[in-house]
């Protein structure tokens, strides 16, 4: 899929809109990630904070032969850790569609959201307190500085 959606102008396009200044690949990622799973997946937050949002989209969704090389490869790969690799990719596999990426980029543009990913000076750090539940992104609307604004105490 990744590569698929690097290989689509109009999501090049729309992404670059939402990250004119940086590499898009990740944020792309991310976005495909945020159709794809549910929200606070802790299967796909363990595989993006392992690999990378692009790398682990590309493992998530490879072939299941491909897929079981790859967990081979790794080592010691428990029986419990390949269910619940399967179990997660018998939910994504189903959204895991170009179109559907190409939509929320869409969508978000109309409404003048703003892209906030992990590491952005905008993103709320007590957000990574979650872990792989932690969001992916963050659609924001209107001066997303006040994610991040400290804490008042009155």
């Excluded at 993006?48 to 949002?53: E, M, V």
């Excluded at 018998?90 to 990426?101: H, L, N």
């Excluded at 709320?124 to 001066?143: I, K, T, V």
Aim: net charge negative.
């Amino acid at each position: 899929m990744m590569d698929a959606l690097l290989g689509d102008a109009e999501v090049r396009e729309a992404v670059r809109r939402f990250r004119p200044n940086s590499d898009a690949t990740e944020a792309l990622a991310r976005v495909a990630w945020s159709v794809v799973a549910e929200p606070g997946d802790g299967v796909s937050g363990a595989l993006i904070r392992q690999l990378g949002a692009a790398d682990a989209l590309r493992f998530a969704l490879a072939p299941d032969d491909l897929v079981t090389w790859g967990l081979d490869a790794v080592g010691e790969v428990t029986a419990r850790t390949n269910r619940t690799l399967q179990e997660g990719r018998r939910r994504w596999t189903p959204r895991a569609d170009v179109r559907s990426v190409r939509d929320a980029l869409r969508g978000a543009h109309e409404v003048s959201a703003r892209l906030v990913i992990p590491g952005d000076a905008e993103w709320p750090e007590a957000l990574d307190d979650l872990a792989e539940h932690a969001p992916l992104l963050l659609w924001a609307r209107g001066d997303a500085r006040h994610l991040a604004a400290e804490e008042r105490y009155w």
